[in-house]
């Protein structure tokens, strides 16, 4: 079955969170981070901001949306908040699919960089990224809004020893691998 990459329409916004709660359901495997799958999504209107913006892009095959990346454009930066493919989609490279589809706008649009926070020890977050082009930031590396999004997420109750910031530097030429 093949899978279009799109910018996602106000239409797609209700489509959402059931995506999202669905990817959650892997987090079960990981220990102490059992509750995410069971923790609030983004309601669907939480989504328009990105969606008008034209930072957020729909998986859609013919059974319909199957995956959505979210991001938001700040300063010389894409930053991407979420990242969610359907548990019964996952494994098909369509999350790759989806950054590439972000690192693609990021050129066009001139920015310096694509960033993103995400878990350390978990198999498909920072080991991923590096795999395609991102840096693990140290935190006298991180910029205030890095820092301050870490800050949130964990006051939010993320573990901060399984927290990272991450960046894909535009500038330096690197290409989705």
């Not at 979210?70 to 989806?98: F, N, T, W, Y």
């Not at 990021?106 to 350390?120: E, I, P, Y």
């Not at 935190?139 to 006051?155: C, F, H, M």
Request: hydrophobic fraction near 50%; charged fraction near 20%; charge should be negative.
């Amino acid at each position: 079955m093949s899978v279009l990459i799109r910018l996602a329409v106000p239409a797609d916004a209700a489509n959402l969170p059931d995506i999202e709660r669905s990817a959650g359901q892997i987090f079960v495997q990981i220990p102490g981070l059992e509750w995410i799958a069971d923790d609030h999504v983004m309601l669907a209107e939480q989504h328009l901001p990105a969606i008008t913006a034209q930072t957020a892009w729909v998986a859609s095959e013919d059974a319909g949306i199957v995956a959505f990346l979210s991001a938001e454009h700040v300063g010389d930066a894409l930053h991407i908040h979420e990242i969610s493919v359907h548990a019964d989609a996952m494994g098909q490279g369509i999350g790759r699919r989806l950054i590439d589809a972000a690192i693609a706008a990021g050129r066009v649009r001139g920015l310096s960089a694509v960033t993103l926070t995400t878990f350390r020890d978990v198999p498909w977050n920072e080991l991923y990224y590096h795999r395609l082009g991102f840096e693990t930031l140290a935190a006298r590396q991180l910029d205030q809004r890095l820092a301050l999004v870490l800050k949130a997420e964990i006051e939010a109750g993320l573990p901060r020893d399984r927290r990272c910031a991450m960046r894909l530097n535009l500038a330096l030429g690197h290409l989705p691998v």
